[in-house]
């Protein structure tokens, strides 16, 4: 009999490792969920490349920001001229990890907090490309179900068709890449902070996507939205998860720690030393946004940002972006802060390889003293160090990683790092708290 109880416990022990193990949504409704947010340049992610050197993967995120900002403001951006090498038409620098279907398909999916809907590859592609993970099969599924052209749901759909009263979307993005199928609903499973152990969300609104061109980038099945739009994965399950989430960016080839996303209460920021802002939804209420009021350097006199104060209040002038590496200010407010910046800095200015990073100096980023910059928010003021403003380019050359355009300011991630930034949907704030994100 000691012999049975034994071997029962090593079976017990051995299915609890080895399992797919599901937690009720009351825990997550009391509580919260918080999933690893892995670089896509990290030795973690199913999109690195080890054949890159950290030239072409600087050089590839630096062109996605470009890329992005042109999604933004496509006929406003400053015609700066960057490197052509060949690059991935997947934007993003962040992936997750989710489990689709009855079944728990394991999924690795590019985070996105600029767009307003989930998408993923499904069987059978007419056009796909390849992935890490199988290729989800909605045919293997027994909680998949299409969604139909005369529902609400369907109504929600921009660019949506129909085909056969199912209803059917496409997304086009500015590289030309294209994601087009079926809309369904499924149950989405997403980690929590406990080992072995997942939340399951029913019912989830998503596009099924079976011609998925103009992709160069493998490994990801698709795109995680976390916008404000009813679609998005953040909107679809507010009710469950308090409206709120946040994030924590540890630096980008880190391979022992990795960035954090919480999703309910482990997304409240709270503690000491933190700050807060109104948020924003933007003209059409589909981005977040803050308003920044201006940029002072080194604790000196304030650079003021010049915008229309009825535009800036109702709507923001500033997007988050998480999926974007630079941040990128208006012209205006760029040219006092470089001349601000570079008259402090008595180090010998190089040309930079890269030719849209415009400040660079001959050193190292462990040993530039550089003064910190403030971003003064309405109600908060975040004071970035070099880590959130300057970025190694070669072994002796470092560059400032805020760049001109003529559209409006976009908060990448860079500037983001090793902050504690909460959204709360609910109270429409957003709050920062300084934090060595690698120990959360």
């Known amino acids: 009999m000691t012999g049975y109880h034994n071997l029962l416990i090593v079976l017990l022990v051995t299915l609890s490792i080895f399992c797919f193990c599901d937690i009720s949504l009351t825990k997550a409704q009391n509580g919260g969920i918080g999933v690893e947010l892995i670089h896509r340049d990290s030795p973690n992610s199913t999109l690195y490349n080890p054949n890159e050197t950290p030239f072409q993967r600087l050089t590839n995120s630096i062109n996605r920001s470009f890329r992005r900002i042109n999604h933004f403001y496509p006929r406003k951006l400053e015609e700066t001229p960057y490197p052509q090498e060949e690059i991935t038409d997947a934007n993003g620098d962040f992936v997750i990890k989710y489990a689709i279907g009855s079944k728990h398909l394991f999924q690795m999916g590019l985070v996105d907090t600029v767009s307003n809907m989930i998408w993923l590859q499904c069987q059978y592609c007419f056009s796909c490309y390849k992935q890490y993970f199988p290729i989800f099969d909605p045919a293997t599924s027994t909680t998949y179900e299409n969604v139909s052209c005369s529902s609400d749901a369907c109504g929600s759909i921009p660019n949506r068709y129909c085909t056969a009263n199912v209803c059917q979307y496409q997304m086009k993005y500015v590289s030309g890449a294209i994601s087009a199928g079926d809309v369904a609903r499924e149950t989405f499973s997403l980690g929590t902070n406990e080992p072995n152990k997942f939340i399951s969300f029913p019912k989830v609104l998503f596009g099924c996507g079976h011609v998925n061109s103009g992709i160069t980038s493998t490994s990801f099945a698709g795109i995680v939205g976390l916008g404000p739009g009813l679609l998005s994965l953040t909107s679809q399950l ?18 022992n720690h990795v960035s954090k996303l919480n999703f309910g209460e482990h997304a409240i920021v709270s503690d000491p030393g933190t700050v807060s802002t109104p948020l924003k939804y933007g003209p059409k209420g589909d981005l977040y946004y803050l308003n920044l009021e201006g940029i002072s350097v080194g604790g000196g006199k304030r650079i003021d940002h010049e915008v229309e104060a009825d535009l800036a209040n109702d709507q923001g002038n500033v997007i988050i972006d ?80 805020i760049v001109p355009s003529t559209g409006s300011f976009v908060y990448g991630n860079l500037a983001m790092r090793n902050f504690l930034i909460g959204i709360d949907r609910d109270k429409n704030v957003v709050s920062f708290l300084p934090t060595d994100c690698s120990k959360r």
């Not at 009710?239 to 391979?255: G, T």
């Not at 910046?341 to 040993?367: A, D, F, G, H, Q």
Request: with cysteine.
């Open 322 to 401: 998480l999926a974007t590496t630079l941040t990128f200010l208006p012209q205006g407010l760029y040219g006092a802060l470089e001349s601000e910046l570079t008259s402090r800095i008595k180090l010998e200015r190089v040309r930079s390889p890269i030719r849209s990073l415009k400040i660079c100096y001959k050193s190292t980023l462990n040993s530039i003293e550089v003064p910190r910059l403030t971003l003064h928010f309405t109600g908060a003021n975040i004071m970035l160090n070099r880590d959130n403003t300057f970025i190694t380019v070669k072994d002796d050359v470092v560059c400032f990683a």
């Open 238 to 255: 507010r009710n469950s998860l308090f409206n709120k989430f946040s994030y924590c960016l540890v630096r980008a080839y880190e391979s």
